[in-house]
Nanobody, 124 residues
Framework: VQLQASGGGLVQAGGSLRLSCAVS????????MGWFRQAPGKEREFVAA????????YYADSVKSRFTISRDNAKNTVYLQANNLKPDDTAAYYC??????????????????WGQGTQVTVSS
């Protein structure tokens, strides 16, 4: 399984970006999907996740109401719509796929596969 994240860039505070994660090798519908981020000097942190069917989504408190995770199983792609971006959102964003995740959906170690990361930089 390979994950390819894209869509990062430089944006002013208050702006928006849409990150994409293309999955290949197996059907996207096989996986729970998550987005994590890591800023320089900080640990990787959970951002958002979505169950296989797309019926349940989860968000970190810091992004709730600003970010939206979605998936298109037919296109084998997961999206993260990030609105009203803040300088604190600056980080490398990683998508991840998990085979069998129950309660640990916000924990990075629960995921089996990772993409290479896409950089988001928000200027003030």
């Amino acid at each position: 399984v390979q994950l390819q994240a894209s869509g990062g860039g430089l944006v002013q505070a208050g702006g928006s970006l849409r990150l994409s994660c293309a999955v290949s090798g197996r059907p996207l519908s096989s996986y729970t999907m998550g987005w994590f981020r890591q800023a320089p000097g900080k640990e990787r942190e959970f951002v958002a996740a979505i169950r296989r069917s797309g019926g349940h989504t989860y968000y970190a408190d810091s992004v709730k109401s600003r970010f939206t995770i979605s998936r298109d199983n037919a296109k084998n792609t997961v999206y993260l719509q990030a609105n009203n971006l803040k300088p604190d959102d600056t980080a490398a964003y990683y998508c991840a796929a998990g085979n069998s995740i129950l309660s640990a959906i916000m924990t990075s170690t629960a995921y089996n596969y990772w993409g290479q990361g896409t950089q988001v930089t928000v200027s003030s």
